[in-house]
């Protein structure tokens, strides 16, 4: 397998993690002092808990291969609607934009997550296409 180095806070430098994470109070279970340190979610903290993590800027998972169509496919989670505008523009990243698979939402596969997806797309496209032409 290959490994796949992610960075939970990339806004971050090293020297600012190194910091926080020298003052880790020692009664604080490693879950707390990252939340309250680094503001990271409870997946994210799960994560680097699973993969034997320390570092929210060098999280380490080894890739050994796809694992089938059936994980391949999401059906459920991603990011809230309320975090992107009506054109699918992510409110705090301007010039982002979330659309299809990668917005959270209950969909079967198939025919109606495909179209959601396609159409989501074209909503992000042609504002794109209006505001940078």
Known sequence: GEPLLIDLRPDLSPETIAAKLAKRKPKDSQSNALRKAFNLTPAAIGLMREVGATDPKRVSL??????GLARAISSAGGI???EVDEHFQLRKVPGYYAVGEM????????GYLLQACFSTAVVAARHLLLTHT
Do not use: Q, S, V
Not at 62 to 67: I, S
Not at 103 to 110: F, I, Q, V
């Open 62 to 67: 080894m890739l050994t291969g796809p694992a």
């Open 103 to 110: 917005l959270d939402w209950e969909a079967p596969t198939g």
């Open 80 to 82: 809230a609607r309320h």
